[in-house]
């Protein structure tokens, strides 16, 4: 249960940011209600024909991955990078342990998925979308007690200009006009925009009482010609989207002391922004897709 | 992004953590994916709102078990 005090009304009115929407991959994240949730559910299936092999599928543990537990005194909470991946989802990852300190990781998983609940067999197939989804590796290449290098890879396929969600807007976000009684619409992407990719390191190490860590990441975008009155892939409404990367760092560090009962920590992080215009060597005809709406 | 934050353990399984956090936004678009990055101070006026600084100050008791 993760609720405003004094509120559980469970769909806010967007305010410009994620966490006024609630969405699959962030209903346990985000301030709700008072209804308990479950943000993971998984099994795994180890040593899989007597090999360092293992099979994972649920609701996947994706969410406070490291160095994110760092900041709450927690364990590691997820398998991913937490600066690149921080978000519930359903998914497989098929894990092999190259040795005692070393994990591979081959991971799927859905972030939208188009077909149940969507009401596709009433659209022309030209409309229907295709589901999204993301692929890639996560890989623990040393992880022991004092230090932990990481790397997650991966590219999201047919991402879509929004998911399946609850809402209230305050504007028409096409007019600009404002919306006098506060409905709560189904919002439903309308669009898939393409595909992006994101890799990123991570080494974190912990020496005596202090912890400490660096992140990098990357971002580049693979857009699709495609626009919808909120805009394409990193491009603006009606303009042909093009290529477009960037990166990040993430850098801290966190003190124990007072016989491990203080730890004090300070982090900080620089986006520089999306800037690097790549132009995407395909060139067909923009096409544009209806105004997402209520279903 | 900046953030300070410590934690302090007052009991067994009780924690008290005061944290701040300031964001500093240069452009419009942070953590979207739709809508190309504008400067802040860009015109037309962006459709949403958007800070270009934010604190939050939080007091966080941890109770685990």
Known sequence: MYKTWG???????FNGQANSLNIDGNTAGVPNSDILRVERAYFTWNNIAGLPLYLSIGRRPSTGGPPMNLRKGQLRGGTPMGALIDFQFDGITVGYHLGEHSTLRLCYGRGYE?????GHVLQQPADRLKDADFAGINWDIWSDDTMLVQTTV????????????????????????PVNAPVVMRFTPSA??????????????????????????????HPEPVTT???????????????????????????????????GGLSTTTVPSIGSILPRPKTTSLRRRPQPGAT | MIEAYL???????????????????DYSGSSWHLGAPKKLDAKPILGFPTYDDATVVTVSMTARF
Do not use: C, E
Request: net charge positive; proline share 6%.
């Open chain 1, 7 to 13: 509120d559980s009304t469970a769909v806010q009115v």
């Open chain 1, 114 to 118: 188009s077909g149940f609940g969507n």
């Open chain 1, 154 to 177: 991966a590219r999201a396929f047919h991402i879509t200009d929004g998911f399946n969600g609850l809402i209230v807007l305050p504007t028409n976000p096409l007019t600009g006009q």
């Open chain 1, 192 to 221: 898939n925009l393409g595909d992006m990719d994101i890799a990123g390191l991570l080494v974190q190490r912990k020496d005596g009482p202090f912890d400490w860590f660096v992140t990098l990441g990357y971002i580049k975008s």
């Open chain 1, 229 to 263: 009155p909120f805009g394409g892939l990193f491009s603006d409404p009606f303009q042909r989207p093009t290529s477009h990367s960037g990166t990040m760092y993430y850098l801290g560090g966190r003190y124990t002391f007072d016989g491990n009962r203080t730890m």
């Open chain 2, 7 to 25: 934690m302090h353990q007052l009991a067994k399984k009780f924690f008290l953590r005061p944290g701040v956090v300031n964001y500093q936004y």
